[in-house]
């Protein structure tokens, strides 16, 4: 029962950061979204469907039933953004995207049995 509230608490930073924060970056900060986008090389109109899809992710991975699916599309997702980054030669800003991912992973493994008898390790 610890393991699962312990994963809940881990898996609240990817809730929140894709989940929550990107839909206060859209409705305070769009000019910022929107000249990080062409920055790396996107077009302006991709902004929206771009966070659009991280939200989703976030949310998919907050619901139970489908947080697995949720685990998999954000890791696709920030996959993309590892590769944009590096791309750009900007291989600090890596450690973000990929801590994000072990962390949703981590959050996952502890609070769900499921995924923990598909990750045996070995006593």
Not at 69 to 77: D, H, Q, V
Not at 81 to 94: C, F, G, R, S
Not at 96 to 109: N, R
């Amino acid at each position: 029962m610890i393991l699962f509230w312990i994963g809940w608490v881990v898996s609240a930073i990817p809730i929140l950061m894709m989940g929550i924060a990107p839909v206060g970056f859209v409705i305070f900060m769009q000019k910022m979204i929107v000249d990080n986008m062409t920055r790396y090389g996107y077009p302006e109109k991709a902004a929206l469907p771009i966070v659009i899809m991280e939200v989703c992710c976030g949310i998919l991975y907050a619901i139970p039933r489908t947080a697995v699916l949720g685990a998999i599309l954000m890791t696709g997702y920030l996959g993309g953004a590892v590769a944009t980054h590096v791309h750009a030669d900007e291989l600090p800003k890596v450690i973000m995207p990929v801590l994000l991912g072990v962390l949703a992973w981590l959050g996952l493994f502890l609070r769900d049995a499921r995924v923990r008898a598909l990750i045996p390790f070995r006593r």
